[in-house]
């Protein structure tokens, strides 16, 4: 079975690198790649190297990390109106502080399971 974590872990380190080389993605973009359920490509292809390669041996993760961070923001968990969901949590200019911010979310919440 494969838990938040495992599904998270890659995307948050990655995340983490590429705001420390000072990409910028905007909260728009996030999330637009959150309701299409298409986050992990989106950051793969934005990043351009191998941190995501995980996603390509284990799927799996992929799946489960698109539908954990569709949920915390506008799924059944989390009924937020696209394009305010960065406003619940006061992020409006960098959408990888954005996700980094979503991805805790989930990581830290007992209500996305394990």
């Known amino acids: 079975m494969t838990t938040k974590f495992d599904a998270l872990r890659s995307l948050a380190l990655c995340v983490n690198y590429m705001i420390d080389k000072g990409t910028h993605v905007s ?18 292809n934005k990043q351009g190297g191998d941190l995501m390669i995980i996603y390509t041996e ?5 799946t489960k990390a698109n539908d954990l961070l569709y949920n915390v923001v506008i799924g059944e968990h989390n009924p937020v109106q696209v394009g305010r969901a960065s406003r619940k949590w ?4 960098n959408g990888l502080v954005f996700l980094s911010t979503l991805i805790f979310e989930v990581l830290t919440s007992d209500q996305f399971g394990n």
């Open 27 to 44: 909260v728009e973009e996030v999330e637009s790649s959150l309701v299409d359920k298409s986050i992990i490509t989106f950051i793969a």
């Open 58 to 62: 284990f799927p799996e993760y992929a």
């Open 90 to 93: 006061g992020i409006n200019n």
